[in-house]
């Protein structure tokens, strides 16, 4: 099922390649949106920053290897994490720890695109320009704003709703209409998760000041220390929110875990056939993908 948690402040690049890689890989149409993975993760970065005409180069040749290297590495992975979560659906009951597993093993695998990506994320962050990093942090600043304000601007009731009305929305994609006591669960959900919006605001300014002292910082670092600032940034944003913020995050997280568990349990034999065409489709999809590659060699 669709695993979506509150959002949380961070470079772009994370959004951009958690939200691409998402986007195809629970598209009805993966083998159409795939081979375009490259285009839009240009297109997406263009959003934050304009590159002059070296930068540009580069980072589209860095994209296409990126895809490539993604295609004929990464996809027999996704295929078999697939496998064994259609394994664990079938079985009546599907924990909060196996789904927390199931999390930590596609981070797992968000980590490897980022470690394979992050000497060229190096070379680009250091050609930056003084100027192209303030479009950069105010872009920052603009794409949080345009993901908290529909929660920030509505009343607690009207963020209850929309939060429930989302998440309706994509597990109709997935297992189709909700039983009366599935929608009990979104609503339950929805009402006790911690508000975050304001706090993820909060911490994304200190994620800016951190952010901004390492491009400061970026020229009487070794290149080591810059990665290993730049990793962090990227993959670990959180670990710079205070302890208490992580808390309430971590609440929101197990809760979140617990409601798909709770939905497993209440899925209908039609929505569990409806849920298993989808993933099923996506394994033949990647499969498909990678027997491309091997066809090119």
């Given at each position: ?7 949380s ?10 939200g ?48 490539l290297w ?10 078999q ?16 720890e ?12 968000w980590l ?11 070379s ?12 950069f ?22 963020r ?52 901004n ?5 970026r ?19 959180t ?29 209908t ?12 489709n996506?394994e033949?999809?990647?499969?498909y ?9």
């Open positions: 099922m669709l695993l979506r948690f509150p959002r402040p961070g470079l772009p690049l994370k959004a951009v390649l958690i691409c890689l998402s986007m195809f890989l629970l598209s009805c149409s993966l083998r159409v949106t795939y081979p375009f993975m490259d285009w839009w993760l240009g297109w997406r970065i263009d959003d934050f920053v304009t590159l002059d005409k070296q930068q540009d180069r580069q980072l589209n040749s860095t994209l296409d290897q990126f895809h993604h295609q004929h590495t990464q996809l027999p992975l996704y295929a994490e697939l496998q064994a979560f259609k394994s664990q659906l079938q079985q009546p009951v599907i924990t909060p196996q789904l927390r597993a199931f999390g930590e093993e596609a981070h797992a695998h490897a695109s980022l470690d394979y990506a992050l000497p060229e994320i190096h680009l962050f250091m050609s930056l320009s003084e100027s192209q990093w303030q479009e942090t105010q872009a920052m600043i603009e794409h949080t704003k345009e993901e908290t304000e529909p929660y920030i601007e509505r009343s607690p009731e009207e209850f709703e929309l939060r429930q009305e989302r998440l309706e929305e994509a597990m109709d994609d997935w297992i189709g209409r909700q039983t009366d006591t599935q929608k009990d669960l979104i609503e339950a959900w929805s009402r006790d998760l911690n508000y975050l919006s304001e706090i993820s605001r909060k911490e994304q300014q200190r994620w800016i000041e951190a952010a002292r390492l491009f400061q910082q020229r009487s670092l070794s290149e080591q220390e810059v990665k290993a600032q730049l990793r962090q940034l990227i993959a670990e944003e670990a710079l929110w205070t302890p208490e913020h992580q808390l309430l995050l971590e609440e929101n997280r197990q809760r979140s875990l617990q409601l798909f568990s709770d939905l497993h349990a209440s899925l034999e039609k929505q569990k056939r409806r849920l298993f065409k989808r993933v099923t996506i033949d999809d990647l499969d993908l990678y027997q491309k590659t091997l066809v090119k060699k």
